[in-house]
C-alpha cells in the first residue's frame, strides 16, 4: 500500500497555492499579493515576470518564510516543498529549510556579505551552521564552492573580502553560499540585474550551467522578459499581486494570452525585428489602490465594460497555460517570433 503521506513521483518540488501576503500600511492592512498558485517541478526553472511593484519579491519572501522581519504577514496559502507544509514551521526549523534545501540568491547580494569576514570563512560558516561538518573540512569545500562557480585562482580568493571581487565575481560568490548545503531548489531574484552586460551574460549561463550539472530547479525573478526568455521553462506574469498568465516560456511569447503579456512583450526592445516599441500606459497603481473588477483593466487597450466590475479568475486557456482575463477567448493577441 502507498503511504499516503509520501509525494507522488511527479507532485512537484515546489507547490504554492493561494499563498497571500499582507502589510500594514498607513492606508490599513494591504494584500501586495493574492491567491498565488505555481509550482515548480525538479530541475525545471519557473520564471516570475512583471513590472516594478508587481509582488515578485514578495511572493519569494513568502515563500522562504521571510515576510514578517519587514513587517508583513502571510494571512492565506500553503507552501510545500516536497510535499511538505512551510507555512508555520517554527522559525529555527524554517532556518534549516533556508539553507539546506532552498539557496537563494538577490540583486546586490553583496550587501549580505559580511565585510568584515574573508569569503572562505562566510562560506565554511555556512556549511558549519548547516551541515555540521568540522571547520577544516568546511574550509576545503569553500575552496571547492569557489572553483564550482567559477572564481579563477579560488585557492588564493579564498582569503579575499567581498570588496576585493567585482559585481559579477561577488554574485559568484553567493551562489557559492547559496549552493554550499546542494539545495534542491534555488530562488533567484534579479540576480544579474545590477551587473553590467558582459558579467549579467556569465552569471545565467553559470547559473543553467549549474542547474545542468546539479539538478538544481529555480525560481528565476526578473523584470526582463528577455533575460526570462533565456532562462526559464515556464512563465508566470504578475501584474498587481496576481498571477495573470502562466504558460510554457515558447508559448508565452508566440501567444499571448493576456493583454498585459502582449504589452509587456511590445515594450521590450529587440523583442520584435523591425516592430516599433509601445510603452505600456500608466505604472502599476500602488498596492493600496488596486483597481476593482480586473486589476489591468484601467491599461488594457481591449478593456469593455464589465471589466471595471468582473474579477476574473485564473482558468486554464489550453497547452498547460493558465490567463486571467474576461475576454481572453474573443482576442487574437500578437505575440513574438
Ligand atoms: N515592507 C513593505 N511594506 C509595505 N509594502 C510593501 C513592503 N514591501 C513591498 N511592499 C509593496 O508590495 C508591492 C510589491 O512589491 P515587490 O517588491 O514584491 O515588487 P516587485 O515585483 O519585486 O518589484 P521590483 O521589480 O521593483 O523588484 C509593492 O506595492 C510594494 O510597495
Ligand atoms: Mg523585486
Known amino acids: 500500500m502507498t503511504d499516503p503521506n509520501e509525494p507522488a513521483p511527479s507532485a512537484p518540488l515546489l507547490e504554492v497555492k493561494g499563498l497571500t501576503v499582507e502589510f500594514r500600511t498607513e492606508h490599513g492592512p494591504v494584500q501586495v499579493a493574492r491567491e498565488v498558485c505555481f509550482t515548480v517541478r525538479s530541475g525545471e526553472t519557473f520564471g516570475l515576470v512583471g513590472e516594478s511593484g508587481s509582488g515578485k519579491t514578495v511572493t519569494s519572501l513568502a515563500v522562504l518564510g521571510m515576510v514578517g522581519p519587514s513587517g508583513g504577514r502571510t494571512p492565506a496559502g500553503s507552501v510545500r516543498l516536497d510535499g511538505r507544509e512551510l507555512r508555520g514551521l517554527p522559525r529555527r526549523e524554517l532556518r534549516r529549510v533556508r539553507g539546506n534545501e532552498i539557496g537563494m540568491i538577490f540583486q546586490e547580494s553583496r550587501r549580505s556579505l559580511d565585510p568584515a569576514f574573508t569569503v572562505g570563512d562566510q562560506i565554511a560558516e555556512t556549511m558549519r551552521a548547516h551541515l555540521g561538518i568540522s571547520r577544516r573540512d568546511a574550509r576545503r569545500r569553500a575552496v571547492e564552492m569557489l572553483e564550482l562557480v567559477g572564481i579563477p585562482a579560488a585557492a588564493r580568493r579564498v582569503h579575499e573580502y567581498p570588496h576585493q571581487f567585482s559585481g559579477g565575481m561577488a554574485q559568484r560568490v553567493m551562489l557559492a553560499i547559496a549552493l554550499c548545503c546542494s539545495p534542491k531548489l534555488l530562488i533567484a531574484d534579479e540576480p544579474t540585474t545590477a551587473l553590467d552586460v558582459t558579467a549579467q551574460a556569465q552569471v545565467l549561463r553559470l547559473i543553467r550551467d549549474l542547474q545542468d550539472e546539479l539538478g538544481l530547479a529555480v525560481l528565476f525573478i526578473s523584470h526582463d522578459l528577455g533575460v526570462i526568455a533565456q532562462m526559464c521553462d515556464r512563465v508566470a506574469v504578475m501584474y498587481a499581486g496576481q498571477i495573470v498568465e502562466q504558460a510554457p516560456v515558447e508559448d508565452?511569447?508566440?501567444?499571448?494570452?493576456?493583454?498585459?503579456?502582449?504589452?509587456?512583450?511590445?515594450?521590450?526592445?529587440?523583442?520584435?525585428?523591425?516592430?516599433?516599441?509601445?510603452?505600456?500606459?500608466?505604472?502599476?497603481?500602488?498596492?493600496?489602490?488596486?483597481?476593482?473588477?480586473?486589476?489591468?483593466?484601467?491599461?488594457?487597450?481591449?478593456?469593455?465594460?464589465?471589466?471595471?466590475?468582473?474579477?476574473?479568475?485564473?482558468?486554464?486557456?489550453?497547452?498547460?497555460?493558465?490567463v486571467r482575463c474576461l475576454l481572453a477567448d474573443t482576442l487574437a493577441l500578437e505575440g513574438v517570433r
Open 252 to 322: 508565452l511569447f508566440l501567444r499571448p494570452r493576456h493583454p498585459y503579456t502582449a504589452a509587456l512583450l511590445r515594450s521590450v526592445p529587440n523583442a520584435r525585428d523591425g516592430a516599433d516599441l509601445v510603452a505600456i500606459p500608466g505604472v502599476v497603481p500602488p498596492a493600496h489602490a488596486w483597481p476593482a473588477g480586473c486589476r489591468f483593466h484601467p491599461r488594457c487597450a481591449h478593456a469593455a465594460d464589465r471589466c471595471a466590475s468582473e474579477a476574473p479568475g485564473l482558468v486554464p486557456a489550453g497547452d498547460g497555460a493558465l
